[in-house]
């Protein structure tokens, strides 16, 4: 099935663009939902999945998961404690949850490193939505009613987390230009613009 990614940098109004974009090809969308698909099957919150993204953890952190889910299996059922999901299992869901996502039917996909996951599909548009800091900046500060020094830490606070995150993840640069088809400056584009331009490209390259 075909399948659009979209990556986004915080403030370039991704999100509202993946939006456009489903509701214009009719295909489902999946952005927030993501993490909660991914928490569903953990049997966790989507805020302990997010924090296990966020934080890359330790060697010493690593053999104690191992040990502690290795000793979980061997005592008896009413002694056994959830432990949080470790972050290879978190990994191994949000994959899963991606090719169940593309396997329904065409999807615009939005985050979590999906890029990365459907990199070699033929059938696949993957986009990069940028912006200039200080656009991004200007944007965070009229949605959430902050003001520019906070804007600017939140920009910066998640674009970060992002790029750790794919790198952790896939091992892969989040802004490498080659992970994409198409790189969109929303700023110089629009929001309506950017899913203009992506909705033509899927049509052009008979995705859609």
């Known amino acids: 099935m075909p399948v659009i990614t979209i990556s986004r940098m915080f403030g370039s109004g ?3 663009i ?3 974009v489903a509701e214009n090809l009719g295909w489902t969308l999946l952005d927030n939902a ?3 698909r991914v928490a569903g099957r953990l049997h966790a919150t ?3 999945v997010q924090s296990i993204e966020e934080k890359a953890p330790s060697l010493t952190e690593r053999i104690a998961n191992a040990l502690a889910y290795g000793a979980q299996e061997i005592l008896s059922a009413p002694l056994k404690a959830p432990l949080p999901p470790a972050e290879d299992r978190v990994l191994e869901v949000t994959r899963d949850v991606i090719d ?3 396997a329904r039917g065409p999807v615009v996909l939005v985050g979590r490193g999906a890029q990365m996951r459907l990199a070699t599909r033929d059938d696949a548009l993957h986009v990069l939505c940028t912006a200039p800091r200080e656009a991004a900046v200007d944007r965070v500060m009229k949605r959430e009613q902050v003001d ?3 804007a600017a830490r939140r920009v910066d606070e998640e674009n970060r987390r992002r790029t750790q995150f794919v790198k952790r993840y896939w091992n ?3 802004l490498d230009a080659s992970n994409y088809h198409l790189c969109v400056n929303t700023a110089w584009t629009g929001i ?3 899913a203009r331009l992506i909705v033509r490209m899927a049509r052009e390259h008979g995705l859609a």
């Open 148 to 150: 520019a020094a906070e």
């Open 172 to 174: 892969r640069g989040w």
């Open 34 to 36: 993501f993490v909660e």
């Open 46 to 48: 989507p805020a302990i």
């Open 192 to 194: 309506d613009g950017a």
């Open 100 to 102: 169940d996502a593309v």
């Open 14 to 16: 991704g999100s509202e």
């Open 18 to 20: 993946a939006r456009l």
